[in-house]
C-alpha cells in the first residue's frame, strides 16, 4: 500500500484534496482525521503539515507526498522532486521598508533577517558571503520590520501586496521560484508510477479541452495550422461529400481564440468539451 502525505492546512491544501479526488482517489470526510485509507486504489493518506510533509517522506516514513518546493528545500531533507503540479506558484524573495538603507543582499551584513524559512535564507546568503542574523517566525513575517525585531524580511511573494500593505519593497535576486510538488524518498516506491500518471491526467485534464468541428477537407492544412493538438487533429469523414469532423486538443485559455479562427477559416459546428481525465 503506498502511503502519501498531504497537506492538512494552508494554501496547498484545499487544491491537494481536489486533485486527488479528481483522480480518483477517496479522501477523508471529517476534516479532523489524520489517516485515510483509499483501499480500493491500494493507498493510505496521512494529512500533515505541510512544513513536516518532507522530513516524513525524505526518511522514508512516508512514501511520497505533495509539499512546496520552498519546505523541501527548507527541510534539509532528503526527499527529492518528482513531479511540478502546477499550483501554488510563488517567488521566495528579500524586502525591506521602501526608501529604506537595504537595497541589496550586501547590505544585510550584520542585519536581522526575519522569515519562516531560516535554512532557506542561511543557506542563500552564506553561499553569497553575506553574514546575516536570521529571526524565525511562524508566519506574518511582513510585520517583523515594523514592530522592530527585523531589518528586512525575507517571504513568500505571490501578489505582492502583503508586502505593499506593510510598506516593504522587494530587493536583490530571487532566492526561489517554488511550486507545489509531488516529492519521493532518494528510493522510488512500487504504485508512485501510477499516482503520478494519475495527477499529470488531472494536470491535462485541467489544462486542455478537446474541440470539435466540421471542415471542408481542402482546408485541413490550414486548419491543422490554427489548432494542431497533441499529436495531430483526428479527421473522420462526414455523411457529406468534401467535408470532415475533426477532433483536437486545445489549451484551454487559447479555446476561444481557435474557435474564432477556425470559424473565420469556414468551420462549421464548432464546439467545445471538457476532460474530465487522461492518461499520457
Ligand atoms: N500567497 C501564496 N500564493 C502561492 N503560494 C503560496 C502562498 N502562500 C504560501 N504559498 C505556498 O504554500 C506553501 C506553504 O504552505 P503553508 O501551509 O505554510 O501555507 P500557508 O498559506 O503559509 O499556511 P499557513 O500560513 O496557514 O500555515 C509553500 O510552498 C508556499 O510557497
Ligand atoms: O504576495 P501575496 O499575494 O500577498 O501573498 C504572499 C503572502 O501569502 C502568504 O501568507 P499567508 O496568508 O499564508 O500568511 P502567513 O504569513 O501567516 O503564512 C505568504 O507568507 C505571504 O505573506
Ligand atoms: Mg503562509
Given at each position: 500500500m503506498l502511503r502519501v502525505a498531504v497537506p492538512n492546512?494552508?494554501?496547498?491544501s484545499e487544491i491537494a484534496a481536489e486533485m486527488l479526488a479528481e483522480a480518483g482517489y477517496s479522501g477523508r470526510?471529517?476534516?479532523?482525521?489524520?489517516v485515510h485509507r483509499d483501499a480500493r486504489n491500494d493507498v493510505e493518506f496521512f494529512y500533515l503539515r505541510p512544513r513536516d510533509i518532507a522530513t516524513y517522506v525524505g526518511s522514508g516514513a512516508l512514501d511520497v507526498g505533495i509539499t512546496g518546493r520552498d519546505l523541501l528545500l527548507d527541510s534539509g531533507s532528503e526527499a527529492v522532486e518528482i513531479?511540478?503540479?502546477?499550483?501554488a506558484d510563488s517567488t521566495f524573495r528579500f524586502a525591506a521598508p521602501?526608501?529604506?538603507?537595504?537595497?541589496?543582499?550586501?547590505?544585510?551584513?550584520g542585519r536581522r533577517v526575519a522569515t519562516s524559512y531560516p535554512k532557506l535564507v542561511d543557506d542563500f546568503l552564506r553561499e553569497r558571503g553575506v553574514e546575516a542574523v536570521t529571526v524565525k517566525l511562524?508566519?506574518?513575517?511582513?510585520s517583523a520590520v515594523e514592530l522592530g525585531v527585523a531589518d528586512a524580511v525575507a517571504d513568500v511573494v505571490s501578489t505582492g501586496a502583503t508586502l505593499r500593505a506593510a510598506g516593504l519593497e522587494i530587493f536583490g535576486p530571487v532566492i526561489l521560484e517554488s511550486t507545489a510538488l509531488l516529492i519521493g524518498g532518494p528510493e522510488r516506491r512500487e504504485g508512485t508510477d501510477r499516482l503520478l500518471r494519475r495527477l499529470q491526467g488531472v494536470l491535462v485534464a485541467r489544462k486542455y479541452v478537446i474541440l470539435e468541428y466540421d471542415l471542408p477537407d481542402s482546408l485541413i492544412e490550414a486548419a491543422t495550422e490554427i489548432a494542431s493538438g497533441i499529436e495531430s487533429p483526428t479527421v473522420s469523414p462526414l455523411n457529406k461529400d468534401g467535408w470532415v469532423a475533426v477532433r483536437v486538443m486545445v489549451h484551454r485559455d487559447d479555446a476561444n481564440e481557435v474557435m474564432d479562427r477556425l470559424h473565420d477559416l469556414g468551420a462549421k459546428g464548432i464546439f467545445v468539451t471538457q476532460v474530465h481525465a487522461a492518461r499520457f
Open positions: 492546512k494552508g494554501s496547498l470526510r471529517d476534516a479532523r482525521k489524520l513531479s511540478a503540479l502546477d499550483f521602501a526608501e529604506g538603507e537595504i537595497r541589496e543582499i550586501a547590505h544585510l551584513d511562524d508566519g506574518a513575517v511582513e
